[in-house]
């Protein structure tokens, strides 16, 4: 089967995670994770495993590339097809940043390990739209998940 | 200041996904000259992650680099071997 690279397709209100307050990326992912669980998106089984690939890729270098966004990403045989969670976090997270910035958007993707290209393509097309920095600052100030939906979609078409 | 430009086929296993990019970064800033790198019709900052990134390059993936500066001549050689020679 062929799979959608478009990202609305993988988006719903559930994937978005609005007004998040934790300080640093260990407990920003944790806390994205578990929010995943309350949206039976992941199970709380898998969280430990899946939990443990995003760190130990974190730890192999940051996935916050600057510009205040980070893409923390892994591939694990626990998620059917790809899981993306979009954060945000207005008062900026701490993420080992590789411009010492804080990180205010933080685009999560989770793939099935067979999906090697759309796990390539998904991380690029996250790129493509994050790269706008008149997006990121709209994402920082959404006040919905409707909002969010909204601007994800604009943006999807722009950049396709 | 000199112009370089050059077509590279990508030989990283995986393509040019976050590791490498950030890799690929922090070996363009160690060189004073502009690198862009292009794909298709599509020319990003070859200094910006999150540019390459965007682009999607994949194993065997064509891509111009364009090169500009005093250091131009080092530059591109330096990034063409990574580019063609990193497998992870």
Known sequence: MIMSTNIIDYLDKDSICLEV??????????????????????????KKEINKL??????????????????????????????????????????????QEKVNIIALLLSNQK?????????????????????VQQLKIAKTKEDVLALVNKQQQAVR | MERIEKEIVVSNIHGLHA??????????????SSIMLKKDSEMVDGKSIIAILSL???????????????DAPQAIERLKRFLEESND
């Open chain 1, 54 to 99: 995003l760190i130990q890729r974190e730890e192999m270098g940051s996935t916050a590339i600057g510009g205040c966004i980070a893409l923390p990403h892994a591939r694990v045989n626990s998620v059917k097809d790809i899981v993306i969670c979009l954060a945000i976090a207005p008062e900026g997270v701490d993420f080992d940043s590789l411009d």
């Open chain 2, 56 to 70: 999607g390059i994949n194993n065997g993936s064509v891509v111009r680099m364009i090169v500009e500066g005093n």
């Open chain 1, 115 to 135: 999906e090697a290209g759309l796990h390539l393509k998904m991380l690029a097309f996250l790129a493509r739209m994050l790269r706008d920095k008149y997006f």
């Open chain 2, 19 to 32: 590791r490498p990019a950030a890799l690929f970064v922090q070996l363009a800033n160690q060189f004073d």
């Open chain 1, 21 to 46: 307050k934790r300080k640093n990326k260990r407990n920003v992912i944790s806390h994205i994770l578990d929010y995943l669980i309350s949206k039976k998106k992941i199970t709380q089984a898998n």
